[in-house]
Structures are given as structure tokens and as C-alpha cells.
């Protein structure tokens, strides 16, 4: 879908006084990508990367209590650590977005793809525990039958900046793919939060994608596409729940860390060739906003960030 449609359609559902959500919904349902079942996997498989970075800090999922920032519609990636071996995932969303028809239609392509799960997450977890993990998981029948047997707990409408958990009620704070739709002071809240969360042996684990999303659904833009525009131009694109992307690029997400004490201990990038070429390009006209910086890190695309919460200041 032509990008520009996209946008109009997002800002047009968002300015409903009431039932915003429903009818996104509804139509994402009925003339998008919700027509078809989900495909739970890409997820899943990016979970075993996640957790093979996890390992490296001595963080494995494994015997760990969860907690997920950003829920969306869908429940791949709580799954996936329940898969994992966590002893309990509660994730939040400031918005109630989970559709439970959705996600029971995720469940069979997780059941029907069970050797190579098993053979993703087997350095990761005990194979016979998974095993009965995975078979629990097949006798799923709806979503309340999906949270008492793998111990994944819903919380929205919920503010992550100050949340009504216990101190020390996590071992493991992630997202994946949510900071990018969270403007930068409240990042700083939510990071700030986890500090107060988390065990002494915790640690967070943020996967965030800095990349364009309207070019996920539209190949005639790049993943730099929306650096071509001024702040005050792409509000008039970005100015809703559907669609708001802070646009940080990596150097700020490192102030962002920096300045909520956390203490990086892994910090890996990807970058997108096609947006550095056309970032190198006289006909890329790039916004004020953006210029003087490399095209190697306007392009960079993805930041997946591990970090330890460091203690207040003494003062």
C-alpha cells in the first residue's frame, strides 16, 4: 500500500472521539495484513538470536521472571520465552491492543514448526522441558486457557514510566520493536522504571527498529524515507497511536541510556545499504533535522541494546 494512503487512513481512524481502535482494527482485518492468519515464526526465530545474545551476559531467559514493555495485538514473543524456559512473562501495553483471535490463529504454525523450535532454542533450555512446554502449548483453547498454562500475564492499559509492580519483581525487562513508537523523555522513564524492577542480577533487553515502517508495507520507499522530512512535516504523517515514530537515531538512544544510568554491555547495529546509498545521493534531500550526520548512522536501522540498571546516585 502507497505509503501517503496509509498514513490518511491511520490519522483518519485516530481522530474518532470513540472507537479508534475498533475500527483500525476492523479494517486491518478485513483489507490488510489481519485478513490472513499471522505467521508467529519470524518472531520466534529472533527470539533464539535474542537469547543467544543474552547468553553472552549470562542472561539467559531460562529461570527468570519476564517482563515485556509494549504487548501490540500478539503474543509471539512472550511465548517465546516461555518456550524459553522463563518462569513467568507479564507484559504491558499503555493501549488494550491483544486480540485473542489473533492470537490463537498464531498457535498451530508454532505447533506445526516444532523441530525447528526444538532445534532453535535446545542451546538455550532443557529439550525435554521445551518439550513439554510446546505440548502444554499445543492444548491451548483460548486465551485464558493460553495464560494459566504457560504463566504469560496481560496488564494494559499500563504506564511502564511507573507501574504498580513490586521492587525487584523482574529479572528480565525486553521489547521488541516498541521503543522507536515511544518518545525519547518517556524512554527515559520507562528505562528509569526498570532500574527499580529489576533484581540485582537483571538485566533489559530492547530490540528497536529505527528503520521506516511505512516502507515495510510500501517497496518503493526506502528504510530512510522519512529523514527526507522536517518535524513539522511528518506530524502531519506520524501525529497518531497508529503511526508515531520518534525517528531517534542511534547516537541518541546511547544519550537516552546514558542519562537513565544504565550500563550498556552489548550494544549490536544493523545498517540498510540501500538507505546509505540513497542517503549518499544528491537526490536525497535530507531534513535539517538530520544533516551532519554519517549515512552510515542515519541508515543504521536496528539497535538491539542489553544493559544493567545502575544503581542512584549516592546524593
Known sequence: MNWKRKALIQRACASLPVGSEALYYFLQSTFGSLRYAPDPMPNLREAAGIASDLAAHGALPEGRRVMEVGTGRRLDMPIAFYLLGAVSVDTVDLHPYLKEKVVLQTIPSIVANRDELTSLYAPYTDSAALAQRLD???????????????????????????????????????????????????????????GRLLSPRGVACHHIDLSDHFAHDDPSISFVNFLRYSESEWRTYNDNQFAYHNRLREPEYRRIYAEARHEVLAWRLWHDQRGQNELSSENFTLAEEFRGQPAEVLSTVVVRAISRPQPPDSA
Open 136 to 194: 502444554r502449548l499445543a492444548s491451548v483453547s483460548s486465551l485464558r486457557d493460553l495464560f494459566g498454562k504457560t504463566q504469560i500475564r496481560y496488564h494494559a492499559p499500563v504506564d511502564a514510566t511507573a507501574t504498580a509492580f513490586l521492587p525487584e519483581s523482574f529479572d528480565l525487562q525486553f521489547s521488541y520493536t516498541v521503543f522507536e513508537h515511544i518518545p525519547g523523555p518517556i524512554l527515559q522513564g520507562i528505562l528509569r522504571e526498570c
